[in-house]
């Protein structure tokens, strides 16, 4: 109880030092860090040791993605791609529904993408949009994000649900179906959110084309979205090909796609094919934005490293785990696993460690709930999932790249961001209570 104390200490800490003193984000979080592991009982070289093994573990799955994401959002801005983009989408669904179009798209395109990756590469459509429609960034933002951590969380093969599902023994059929209904209404709850409260922050994306770039002609919209989708379509046709019946076999075509579809060489791809969109009017050299690219990405990606270090002490501390195994005493029905798994994502930041984590402990109390049936046990991942959700704050490295990516303050993603993933989680699990009540 005394560490859990200290975790909220430290969590003030972040928050008041990053508003009130502006301490820079990636000093605050290590030193917040720091703090929380030697209180929790670690020695020095622990401490050390979790810092730099949250950090790289962090940045080791999503910080090339990052930068990969800077480069294609830099050469969309630059080339006037993300304009016509811009210019397209409100076309197409209008501009009083922009906010609705990005959290479809984030719903749609999370399903095989991570969400981290997934905000990266859109999030040039969405400062596009910002601009074009002088919506506040927090409300497009929000949509989005919510749009894609809904599915993200709850449907199959992103890896959370997948591995709660084979340690449940559930049917993955069974779970990508009642996800996916699930996911809309959670999904919305995010939007609802953006709308009506995201609203109340004005915050409008940071201006980096010049006026001689503006000027030339933008380019086909095809061509715009040619960097974006190809990378999109490659993740997800590596999730297909992935899935346990493994659709396309074992032989040369799937490990092409396997290949081709890791986030790494998808962002790649993306990079090389944003190159096309240049023209040769503009007197900066491609190279020119790519350095700028990797500039802007530069800080997100510390700032993002430093959240996993964040999550990395939480974990060697064993904070998550002894508030674990003290819930899952409990006696209440499909709403154990949704507490257990708040509670530890809401401890140490990784939904995905949220997920299998709670999986492994509620297991074996299944029968005992009344919750053995194959329905039953995937409205059990499911309730996980939710709890996965609830909730993004400033130890989770999503948190931390779609504050960045949004141009918005500590204190703004906190109020916008993270409120609305708790209302996400909420939702989520209200559907869920309620449809157990009416099939198990």
């Given at each position: ?18 508003t ?13 860090a ?28 999503i ?17 006037g ?55 506040s ?19 199959p093969?992103?890896p ?14 069974l779970?990508?179906?009642l996800g ?5 209404p959670?999904?919305?709850a995010?939007?609802?959110w ?14 980096n ?11 086909a919209v ?36 396997m ?10 791809i ?5 190159f096309?969109l240049?023209?040769?009017k503009?007197k ?15 800080v ?24 674990g195994?003290?819930?899952?005493q409990?006696?209440?029905?499909i ?34 709930m ?20 609830t909730?993004?704050?400033a130890?989770d ?9 949004s141009?918005?303050?500590t ?24 449809l ?5």
């Open positions: 109880m005394l560490t859990l104390v200290f975790l909220v200490l430290a969590i003030v800490f972040i928050v008041v030092s990053s009130r003193f502006n301490l820079h984000p990636f000093l605050s979080l290590l030193i917040a720091i703090f929380v592991g030697f209180s929790g009982g670690l020695d020095a070289a622990a401490v050390i040791t979790a810092i730099t093994d949250g950090f790289g573990s962090t940045l080791k799955s910080g090339i993605v990052i930068a990969f994401g800077a480069i294609i959002g830099v050469f969309l801005e630059r080339s791609g993300a304009q016509a983009l811009a210019a397209f989408v409100l076309k197409l669904v209008g501009e009083k529904r922009a906010p609705l179009a990005m959290n479809i798209t984030g719903y749609i395109v999370s399903i095989p993408v991570f969400c981290d990756s997934g905000f990266v590469i859109l999030s040039a459509l969405n400062k596009a949009i910002s601009k074009k429609t002088g919506l960034m927090t409300i497009l933002a929000v949509a989005l994000a919510t749009g894609l951590y809904s599915t993200h969380v709850f449907v093969p992103t959370g649900p997948l591995a709660a599902a084979a340690t449940l023994n559930v049917d993955i059929g779970v990508i179906l996916l209904v699930v996911a809309i959670a999904s919305l995010g939007l609802l953006a709308c009506f409260y995201g609203k109340r922050f004005h915050v409008t994306p940071q201006e084309v010049e006026a001689e770039s503006v000027r030339q002609p933008h380019p095809s061509a715009a979205f040619t960097p974006l989708l190809t990378p999109i379509a490659l993740i997800a046709l590596r999730s297909v090909a992935d899935l346990p019946g493994l659709p396309f076999g074992q032989g040369w075509f799937y490990q092409v796609i290949f081709l579809g890791n986030p790494v060489t998808a962002l790649l993306g990079v090389l094919l944003s096309t240049k023209s040769r503009v900066e050299s491609a190279m020119d934005w790519v350095g700028e690219g990797l500039k802007s990405a530069g997100i990606i510390l700032i993002t490293g430093a959240g996993g270090a964040f999550g990395g002490i939480l974990r060697a501390t064993h904070i998550g785990d002894t508030l195994n003290a819930l899952s409990w006696q209440i029905g709403f154990l696993p949704f507490i257990i798994a708040a509670v530890l994502k809401t401890a140490q930041g990784s939904s995905t460690v949220a997920i299998i984590t709670t999986a492994a402990l509620v297991s074996p109390l299944l029968p005992a009344g919750l053995d049936s194959s329905l039953a046990r995937a409205l059990v991942v499911l309730a996980i999932g939710a709890g996965s959700m909730v993004s704050h130890n490295s999503y948190f931390w790249v779609v504050e960045q990516f141009d918005m303050d204190a703004t993603a906190l109020k916008c961001h993270t409120m609305a993933t708790l209302m996400q989680g909420l939702v989520g699990i209200a559907v869920i209570a309620l157990t009540m009416v099939m198990v």
